[in-house]
């Protein structure tokens, strides 16, 4: 839960509102006590910074082709995945 007792946010809430931040989904005056926290401190930018090349790189393998035999392996992990023991 944000800490509303003064206008700073703290490293956990940082890590909580990543997703609403990178999604634009923040209001504007929480938007602001991130941007704040992540300038100053080195910890927090770099783990936003590591979000965002994770999600770039996803989006990267997502667009890449797929060999069939790698498409139909996979498929064949997921079936036994699911098959009782």
Do not use: S
Not at 15 to 22: F, G, I, K, Q, R
């Amino acid at each position: 839960m944000m800490n509303m007792k003064n206008d700073e946010l703290n490293c956990q809430e940082v890590v909580e509102l990543v997703t609403d931040y990178l999604e634009q989904a923040l209001l504007p005056e929480i938007q602001a006590q991130f941007e704040v926290h992540i300038a100053t401190c080195p910890g927090c930018d770099t783990y936003l910074e590591q979000v965002q090349q994770t999600i770039m790189m996803l989006r990267k393998l997502a667009k890449q082709p797929m060999f069939p035999e790698t498409k139909q392996e996979l498929l064949e992990i997921f079936r036994n995945w699911k098959k009782p023991n």
